[in-house]
């Protein structure tokens, strides 16, 4: 069986984590976790960032940083992971479902102003497959009303976003604050993890606090004050270092990774773009202002009925394809709160959308198999 | 430089984590977890268990469990970890500290009664150092009150309560939900990490909702739905097989790491007992209803000028002691809130309790050296 993910490890992990065992230090914040963190502020330009066990924590610290409560509006593409909503409704939001781009998931850039209300506190893009959204409008669109813009860049390590002044951003360092995974199917993984991103200096302080369980125990190590107590709200948002020692060494194969997975990414787009695929509609586009970070390889069927015959017809070749989100709009959770609204384009994705295996170690016969096999 | 505390390789961690990556699944709720968490069940008798991200987020799954919301008071010991509270609050409880007991920094069981009121909706016993809260007085109030019990406890592993009716009943087994920590200061360790164990029926398939972010994908994996998606609140609570695999590995050494810590609480117990310590008015003390799991080794000072002097004679013998909880009923996040009461045990310990070094790898002659000079 061809599985459609499967962890990579670049042999240094658990020398680097017997490493963090031996210094006496396997809670957070430790050596690894700032060799991380001060890794990736360099790499992308972000202001602070701080590992976490999860994206959804990440933007669960997104959520208490900007002061989110009951009343409070936040749109959130309907075609996202469950997270990207739930981090702002445990704080009391009310999530206001956007629809997806016609020729992408990402949210429709263009559909957004109109949901805006008095109430309304925050924009969650959502660069789907690593693929940045338009960030131009959005932030425009932020400026207008005032707004936050929290990127959902839980795709998106190592891609970027050139707007009309010409430079190339790295997604994540252009909202207010965003967040990564590192979830076991991302490009460098830790099993499970994440990272908040800060890129607005109004937040940098109590990111550290609220990140330590509501005290100021980071300012207290720094010998910044001369005891540490409850002085907030938070939770313990910080992995262990077994995990930043376990990311370090991936980080420490980025490049080599980010290689492979782009020669495979366009192995797939080069072969199956001159093929006669017969029910399926679209493959994935990188607009001008966007990168390809590879993070995913996936085809848009006609019908769910297509999908559904793709996906059988594969797993009897042994090649395992698998679809993605369900909308949210229309979960059990959300459907009675949901305003009503049709969302065409992400109700397409959620039926169509098929995505291809991609992970490291995939071989060219296999990836060949493979789109011989979607023909 | 003896440390306070010095985390413990068992040599096994590496080969398991390894072991997780090369079985392709190192994202949560896999082998390792279920290994993990079957072994507490059975060994304890907890009615589940789930792995967490930290006793922190434990914490927080009860309080999500027992459907805390604002206007519900909760009772917790001030004198604690910050988490005890913060979990609640973040649920928008309001918190009625309690006192400690005056022989034992634990919550006073015959001064909790008095706090309940109308909106009291849980009572939540610490079982500081590993010792048993008089448990058969608190759910005597729970039972008349009609309250939930929360168990924190995060340092009680491996350690046990005997009431009325003699049976020997493991810490955690004993309330409706308890929380455990794997923090690296504790007995058995991943760095950060935590667990929550369920012993009523009726929390039991909500819990793995919440756990995985709101979803019934826990179900969905074990064929008992045939789609999943979002229909509950929740987080990603979940740690990573890696922090599974670590636990395992200490797991399998539990006994051998119980027993050394024993020895080493007993050596320092029988030292001291017969010492003549000017300046220290208590030594731990082990009621007839509670075991000794050898988390902690603490001594209470007569005063804070005392601790002080203590701390700093043994640092320059190149012997860390560390104090512990600040008193959160006056934490500048409470203090305002707080209703006025004196807490004055709780106060009695922030000041005056002090701990010693206690870590498996701490040898016969380091003891010696320690309890020399605290002479």
Not at 214 to 228: D, I, L, Q, S
Not at 349 to 360: E, I, S
Request: aromatic share 10%; proline share 3%; net charge negative.
């Amino acid at each position: 069986m061809i599985p459609f993910n499967k962890p990579y490890l670049t042999g240094k992990e658990t020398l680097y984590i017997e490493d963090a065992v031996k210094s006496g230090k396997i809670s957070g914040n430790g050596k690894y976790t700032k060799l991380c963190q001060e890794y990736f502020q360099s790499r992308y330009n972000f202001k602070k960032c701080l590992l976490t066990t999860s994206c959804t924590d990440a933007l669960e610290m997104c959520a208490i940083l900007l002061n989110i409560a009951p009343g409070d509006e936040v749109i959130v593409p309907s075609y996202t992971f469950v997270s990207t909503a739930l981090a702002f409704v445990r704080q009391g939001a009310k999530i206001v479902f956007a629809d997806s781009r016609a020729d992408h998931p990402g949210i429709d850039e263009d559909k957004i102003e109109e949901l805006i209300t008095a109430k309304t506190k925050v924009i969650v893009p959502v660069h789907y497959a690593g693929v940045a959204c338009d960030m131009d409008k959005i932030m425009a669109l932020a400026n207008k009303y005032n707004l936050f813009v929290v990127e959902d860049a839980a795709q998106a390590i190592d891609s970027f976003y050139t707007g009309a002044d010409g430079i190339k951003r790295a997604l994540g360092s252009i909202g207010h604050l965003s967040a990564f995974s590192f979830h076991e199917t991302k490009n460098i993984i830790s099993g499970e993890g994440g990272m908040l991103c800060i890129n607005d200096d109004r937040f940098v302080k109590r990111s550290e606090i609220i990140w330590e369980k509501g005290t100021n125990r980071a300012e207290f190590f720094r010998g910044e004050v001369n005891k540490y107590g409850w002085v907030d709200t938070g939770s313990s948002f910080l992995p262990s270092e077994i995990i930043a020692a376990f990311l370090w060494a991936q980080i420490k194969n980025l490049d080599e990774i980010q290689k492979k997975r782009k020669e495979i990414w366009e192995r797939y787009y080069n072969l199956l773009r001159s093929a006669e695929l017969s029910g399926i509609v679209r493959l994935p586009e990188i607009p001008d202002y966007a990168t390809n970070n590879a993070h995913m390889f996936y085809l848009v069927c006609s019908t769910l009925g297509n999908r559904t015959d793709l996906i059988k017809k594969l797993k009897s070749e042994e090649i395992l394809l698998v679809f993605h989100y369900l909308a949210l709009h229309k979960s059990e959770f959300y459907i009675e709160k949901h305003d009503g609204r049709d969302l065409k384009n992400c109700d397409k994705f959620a039926d169509c959308l098929v995505r291809l295996p991609l992970f490291f170690e995939l071989s060219n016969n296999e990836i060949d198999k493979i789109v011989l096999n979607l023909n």
